[in-house]
């Protein structure tokens, strides 16, 4: 039986908002990947697909010969039409540890697509303080951070007193039993003494990219 599904792609959102509808890529057939990227790019702005992986991507590739595909940050950008770089004004998005910078990269390539300039800052947990503490002044100089951590989460407040700009946490579900899968991260950022400090959802690099990007502007 042939499928009726409707798919309802806001192609307008990046003109009336500043930043583009994006593809949420789980739970989708690679033909409903490319029927709904064909309707946003209909629109302006950048289309992009998140939580994508490499089969995704060569499928993509077979109607979209310039597709691009950022591996770490798992985003396929459909369009290719990436707005110049803010050269002043710039985002800093640091992680905590490795496992984190996929999350992280999900924020700095966003920002990036949206025309932000973004510098990165990775592996400088609060258990090597002093790694954070060695960037400080890139950290003051931003124009709002992005902070990604999982385990307890701690370095969204240690960032938030370094900072002059608010800064975005986002915590990770990276971390042992009881870290609940990104919760403690979660509820430690949710309860940081540092008043400049706001939290998005676990994992949610992409939001907090479009957050950061929109600060940024």
């Known amino acids: 039986m042939k499928s009726t599904t409707k798919f309802v792609a806001d192609g307008a959102r990046y003109r009336r908002q500043g930043f583009p509808e994006a593809i949420y890529t789980p739970g989708k057939t690679n033909e409903q990947l490319v029927k709904i990227a064909k309707k946003l790019c209909l629109g302006v702005g950048p289309v992009m697909a998140t939580r994508a992986d490499e089969k995704h991507f060569r499928f993509v590739k077979k109607y979209f010969k310039n597709a691009k595909y950022f591996k770490t940050a798992r985003i396929i950008l459909f369009n290719n039409s990436e707005k110049p770089k803010n050269t002043t004004a710039y985002i800093c998005v640091v992680s905590a540890g490795t496992s984190d910078i996929a999350v992280a990269e999900e924020a700095a390539v966003t920002a990036e697509l949206l025309g932000a300039k973004v510098e990165r800052i990775y592996d400088v947990g609060v258990s090597g303080i002093h790694r954070v503490l060695e960037r400080s002044k890139e950290i003051k100089n931003a124009r709002v951070v992005v902070v990604c951590a999982g385990m307890e989460g701690a370095l969204a407040s240690v960032v938030g007193g370094l900072a002059t700009s608010p800064v975005i946490g986002v915590p990770t579900s990276i971390g042992y039993g009881v870290s609940f899968g ?18 998005v959802n676990i994992d949610d690099g992409f939001g907090a990219g479009i957050i950061a990007a929109l600060i940024c502007k």
Not at 186 to 194: G, H, R, Y
């Open 182 to 199: 990104g919760i403690s991260a979660l509820l430690t950022m949710l309860n940081s003494c540092a008043a400049n400090v706001s939290v």
